[in-house]
């Protein structure tokens, strides 16, 4: 298996199944590590990190080939791949910025399913996280502890009986633990209760994200919701405090949508059909202005506003219509007006020609 | 953890950029948020100098500049690196700055979580305390040396006695596995260790 097998799927976390998979797009949650015999990333020469990727990459392997749990993935030399490759590889979730980014000898080992991946020298020697799709934190724990305990057999961590796993930020430090959540809230937007909702998490230390966790521009009205504090709570009091918060936050979004069909019905179909309308004729589209209407298409199917689209379509077009999945997918690199036109002629054909006969949302 | 900008409210934005090419990442609360991300105010430029100074309001508190500058002096015996890179970074350069920088980093610490005492998941395999784990990496690097001139005496030498340390820490795990240095023109070294197979 390699990269290009994953460009025709749309991966897990975009699956649009599990627990409250209307408003939970996934449940994520990843841990940094390190090995206690080499320097944090900052400090390592060029041949440290080689060593650390062939140490880590020759563990994983070997669990590749363990007899009674063998981890079906496959391992991708991040250094060795084209800009679009590393690009896609971020859309997907599969690696972050930060790794696509930086210098040296790095990689990833991808669950076939992609349910977890595995970085190799990104800000830590290890940074391995579970996505699920929908709210389902705590598999998404079982599921890493699993995996952390399988790796930690063959290798030393970097620990301190006081502060926990040491990680080359001070703010990972601990657990090493990030819990997130990444949800789609269009009508808390539109209602304009988001902000009172970031206030009211902020106060009990929870951070809020965008979809590709690069500042407050939630492309698409997603957003993702992680614990700040990594250090003096368990695992375990952590993923909680994350989990507790998430049906909260649904049900304000279903009272907003609920508040918007009994109020604004009339306006709340207009914008529903008007973006469905845009996606379906446009001749070129930004993926800004892809993202921002497949919102509120999500929203309308959701609602019944729209009845021949399928939530795991909407989704798989939010991530297939991203510059390097759209370049993946025609198959040649494509300059930004070039990807305009192609996505909207992406968009058309998806929602045009294969319409799914009828098939009304749950 | 708090704002890196204004240093006052609960940081929540949680943004990554590009400075000189290389990712850099910001904690702002809501407000320096809307206000960085503007378009009126671009200028990354300011992020690193931010982070700078919100360590140094934190370690300034009973420090005069004198001492301040002379904290930034202090390196440590492991990885090199000054406490004024780790300000100007915001990462640290090895596991042991944890022990060395302790009581610098300990303000920072409870800043960010409120609490300095880890109470989770312990690892089977440990080293026992900081001080094995730097002598694991100035080891490394001793053997790394040795190997470099050709002292493949010492070389082994220092890796059976890194394996020591390494199979010490596994508390009742199998036998360790190497620790590999991956030095594929050790050849001697890596003659008299074969690689274990994992089980």
Redesign the interface.
């Known amino acids: 298996m390699n990269i290009d097998d994953l460009v025709s799927t749309s991966g897990e976390w975009m699956k649009g199944s599990g627990p409250e998979s209307d408003i939970v797009i996934s449940s994520r949650i990843r841990l940094a590590r390190n090995l206690a015999d080499f320097p944090f990333i900052s400090r390592t020469t060029e041949s440290d990190r080689a060593e650390i990727e062939k140490i880590l990459g020759g563990r994983i392997a070997a669990l590749r080939e363990a007899k009674n749990t063998p981890l079906e993935t496959f391992y991708v030399n991040v250094g060795d791949l084209e800009e679009v490759d590393r690009q896609f590889l971020v859309e997907r979730q599969l690696i972050s910025r930060e790794h696509a980014d930086s210098d040296g000898a790095r990689a990833v080992a991808i669950d076939c399913a992609e349910r977890f991946s595995v970085m190799i020298n990104e800000e830590d020697h290890l940074r391995f996280q579970v996505m699920h799709s929908g709210l389902d934190l705590e598999s998404a724990w079982q599921k890493i502890n699993e995996l952390d305990n399988l790796i930690e057999e063959q290798v030393t961590y970097a620990f301190s009986n006081k502060l926990g796993y040491l990680t080359a930020c001070p703010t990972n430090v601990g657990t090493g633990l990030r819990v997130s959540v990444m949800l789609h809230l269009p009508a808390l937007v539109i209602t304009r209760q988001i902000e009172k909702v970031f206030k009211s998490l902020q106060k009990i230390n929870l951070a809020v994200r965008g979809l590709y966790g690069e500042g407050s521009q939630a492309m698409g009205d997603f957003y993702q919701i992680s614990n700040q504090i990594t250090l003096g709570m368990t695992e375990e009091e952590l993923s909680k405090k994350v989990s507790d918060v998430v049906p909260v936050l649904i049900d304000y979004e279903r009272q907003a949508r609920e508040f918007l069909v009994r109020e604004s019905q009339e306006t709340l179909h207009d914008r529903v059909s008007r973006a469905f309308g845009i996606l379906r004729t446009a001749q070129t589209i930004s993926s800004e202005e892809t993202m921002h209407l497949l919102s509120s298409v999500r929203m309308g199917v959701n609602l019944g506003l729209i009845g021949e689209l399928e939530i795991p379509t909407i989704n798989k077009l939010f991530i297939h219509t991203q510059p390097a999945h759209l370049q993946k997918l025609s198959g040649s690199e494509l300059e930004k007006f070039d990807r305009n036109v192609e996505r909207a002629s992406y968009l058309r054909r998806q929602l045009n020609a294969d319409k799914p006969g009828d098939s009304s949302q749950n | ?1 708090k704002c890196q900008k204004c240093d006052h ?10 400075v000189d ?3 850099s ?1 910001l ?1 702002l ?2 407000e320096c ?2 206000n960085y ?1 503007s378009p009126a105010s671009e200028d990354a430029s300011e992020v690193m100098p931010a982070m700078a100074g919100l360590l140094a309001q934190h370690l300034a508190v009973g420090e005069t500049a004198d001492q301040l500058a002379r904290l930034d002096q202090r390196v440590c015996p ?4 000054s406490f004024l890179e780790f300000r100007k ?7 042991h700055d ?2 060395y920088f302790s009581e610098e ?1 300990e303000p ?2 409870l800043n ?16 026992e ?2 001080d ?2 730097t002598q ?2 100035l ?2 690097r001793d053997m ?1 040396e040795a190997v470099s001139s050709e002292n493949y005496e010492l070389a082994s030498e220092l890796r059976d006695q ?1 394996r020591a340390i ?1 199979s010490q ?2 508390l009742g ?2 036998e360790s ?1 190497d ?5 594929a023109d050790s050849g001697d070294v890596e003659a008299q260790h074969p690689d274990p197979e ?1 089980p």
């Open positions: 953890m409210r609960q940081a929540t934005f949680h943004i990554t950029d590009l090419g290389k990712p990442e904690h609360c809501e948020a809307q991300l492991v990885c090199a690196i970074q915001g990462r640290l350069g090895c596991p944890y022990v980093l920072l610490l960010i979580h409120d609490q300095v005492h880890h109470i989770g998941k312990v690892p089977t395999r440990c080293p305390g900081a094995q784990q694991l990496i080891m490394r790394k890194i390494e820490s596994s795990a199998d596995p620790a590999e240095s991956g030095d994992s």
